[in-house]
């Protein structure tokens, strides 16, 4: 049976003609029987694609021959090219959504003004020699914090990427403007933009975790200062780093552990919500426990 594997990856650099090298991604995806989601931007390049393990490797191989994708960053994990609905490979104005794509400043080098990147092993140093003082904060969507996050970390109330500007407006964090604060997410490309807007806020030590959560839990496992499961963005929902991992997130019907969040069964809802097995199996019970919010007017 063929070995599959999914790669999480990224890469900012300027993009004079973002539609080509969309089309180019499709067509190379297409060939090696890829699927996942990529986006493109004037500042660089962001997806996941799964598939047979020899094909994700050409895919990274060649990707990484143009010259604005030479230092693509790159993750590995378990999965297939199942673990997405199907393909898709779209031009957006930010790879990531933050809504400020003319504040975001990259070079051929990446982005430019961004914080500090620590590997792993550079992040525990910190921590040992700066003690208390070193702040983590959550780069990603309140709810996924909900099954892990990093000891005692600073979660800010987003929905989504949008909402962070306005967060750090509000005046919340600004204690915190002194204080050493390493900036974390997912796979690390979040925090890329994250710390150049903290930065351009009057954050003075900025730090960001390099490789994201992914790469800290490949060096660490469970053994080190993350706690929890890893929230995914495919089907799988969430990923663990080893045995060891505990269970953060409760059942919002019955306050079971949990780390498995499932959509409300009303067809007109299907808000995210973590849901135990016996809760998840009845209809009733798989709806929100306060009632669906409303769907916005048309």
């Given at each position: ?79 297939s090219a199942a673990d997405f609905p199907r393909l898709s490979v779209k031009v957006r104005e930010e ?79 600004d204690e915190l403007k002194d204080k050493p604060v390493v900036t974390y997410c997912t796979g690390g ?89 016996d809760c998840a199996q009845d209809p009733s019970s798989l709806r929100c426990p306060d009632g669906c ?6």
């Amino acid at each position: 049976m063929a070995l599959h594997r999914i790669v999480l990856f990224y890469a900012f650099a300027p993009l004079s003609d973002p539609e080509a090298v969309r089309l180019w991604q499709r067509a190379l995806c297409e060939k090696l029987g890829l699927t996942g989601r990529i986006l493109i931007s004037p500042d660089g390049i962001n997806g996941t694609v799964g598939g047979e393990i020899n094909a994700v490797k050409q895919y990274v191989k060649t990707t990484r021959e143009h010259s604005a994708f030479r230092n693509l960053d790159v993750k590995w994990s378990e999965g297939s090219a199942a673990d997405f609905p199907r393909l898709s490979v779209k031009v957006r104005e930010e790879i990531v959504s933050f809504g400020a794509p003319g504040e975001l400043k990259v070079d051929e080098n990446g982005v430019v003004g961004g914080g500090v990147h620590l590997k792993p092993e550079e992040l525990h140093r910190l921590v040992d020699e700066k003690g208390d003082d070193v702040v983590f904060f959550d780069g990603r969507n309140e709810f996924e914090a909900r099954i892990g996050k990093f000891r005692n970390a600073v979660v800010p109330d987003v929905a989504t990427t949008h909402d962070f500007i306005r967060e750090l407006e509000s005046g919340k964090y600004d204690e915190l403007k002194d204080k050493p604060v390493v900036t974390y997410c997912t796979g690390g490309i979040r925090c890329e933009v994250l710390s150049s807007l903290m930065v351009n806020r009057g954050f003075k030590e900025v730090y960001q975790l390099d490789g994201g959560i992914v790469r800290y839990g490949e060096a660490f496992k469970d053994r080190g200062l993350w706690e929890g499961s890893l929230y995914v963005f495919d089907r799988r929902m969430h990923l663990e780093f080893s045995d060891e991992a505990k269970t953060l997130g409760r059942c919002v019907r019955c306050s079971a552990p949990t780390s498995k969040f499932e959509n409300c069964s009303n067809p007109s809802c299907r808000t995210l919500s973590l849901y135990c097995a016996d809760c998840a199996q009845d209809p009733s019970s798989l709806r929100c426990p306060d009632g669906c919010p409303e769907a916005p007017a048309a």
